[in-house]
């Protein structure tokens, strides 16, 4: 799986930024899809996820009700959608995949076989 993510940049507090992350080199409908972040000096932590199949989500506590994640099956496509932007926000977002069509959601990095690049989001206070 190949994974391209964009849509990250500047934005004060408050605002909002829709990342997105387009795959490719498997069906996308049967891969589970995740967006971590790094902020500076930190480990990888989730921030959402998203299964194969049913679509169900998850969502880090620190952003549960400021972020919404999506697909579009069809544009073999995930967003994350983030309002009400932080500067605890800022970080290096990357997208995740996978493709192991299991039942329950994958929340750990080691659960993810296929890594995007990484879009910085920046937010100013």
């Known amino acids: 799986v190949q994974l391209q993510a964009s849509g990250g940049g500047l934005v004060q507090t408050g605002g909002s930024l829709r990342l997105s992350c387009a795959a490719s080199?498997?069906?996308?409908?049967?891969?589970?899809m995740g967006w971590f972040r790094q902020a500076p000096g930190k480990e990888h932590s989730i921030v959402a996820a998203?299964?194969?199949?049913?679509?169900?989500?998850y969502y880090d506590a620190s952003v549960r009700g400021r972020v919404t994640i999506s697909r579009d099956n069809a544009k073999n496509t995930v967003y994350l959608q983030m309002n009400n932007l932080k500067p605890e926000d800022t970080a290096v977002y990357y997208c995740a995949a996978d493709d192991r069509r299991r039942p329950f959601t994958s929340l750990s990095l080691n659960e993810y076989q296929y890594w995007g690049q990484g879009t910085l989001v920046t937010v100013s206070s």
């Open positions: 998203i299964t194969w199949g049913a679509g169900k989500t």
């Open positions: 080199g498997r069906t996308f409908a049967n891969i589970t």
